[in-house]
Nanobody, 122 residues
Framework: QVRLVESGGGLVQAGGSLRLSCAGP????????MGWHRQAPGAQREFVAA???????NYADSVKGRFTISKDNTKNTLYLQMSALKPEDTAVYYC????????????????WGQGTQVTVSS
């Protein structure tokens, strides 16, 4: 299957903002749920945010109030708007798509991209 492709990562100072994008095939955007995970250096991958077919969202406690997940089904694009970035947000960010919200939050199965690096300097 065609993988998801992330873009928009980069180097930003603490307090700054970045907008990540994830492009993929239409079947992923019609699968019901999409989301973002991240993996910091030396750490396990963790859930960041998810959005359902109807636009309901779910966020990890660590990013609530700072990150916003959205998608444009017409453009087959998922977004993660990140604001008030902190050094602890430094990680490789991965886009994922799966059938249910629970499966996206768990981060098992589904479709994945290869990730985009976000580095936040202090």
């Amino acid at each position: 299957q065609v993988r998801l492709v992330e873009s928009g990562g980069g180097l930003v100072q603490a307090g700054g903002s970045l907008r990540l994008s994830c492009a993929g095939p239409g079947r992923n955007f019609n699968s019901g749920v999409m989301g973002w995970h991240r993996q910091a250096p030396g750490a396990q991958r963790e859930f960041v945010a998810a959005i359902t077919y109807y636009g309901s969202t779910n966020y990890a406690d660590s990013v609530k109030g700072r990150f916003t997940i959205s998608k444009d089904n017409t453009k087959n694009t998922l977004y993660l708007q990140m604001s008030a970035l902190k050094p602890e947000d430094t990680a490789v960010y991965y886009c994922t798509a799966d059938v249910t919200l629970a499966s996206v939050v768990r981060g098992t199965g589904g479709s994945w991209g290869q990730g985009t690096q976000v580095t936040v300097s202090s």
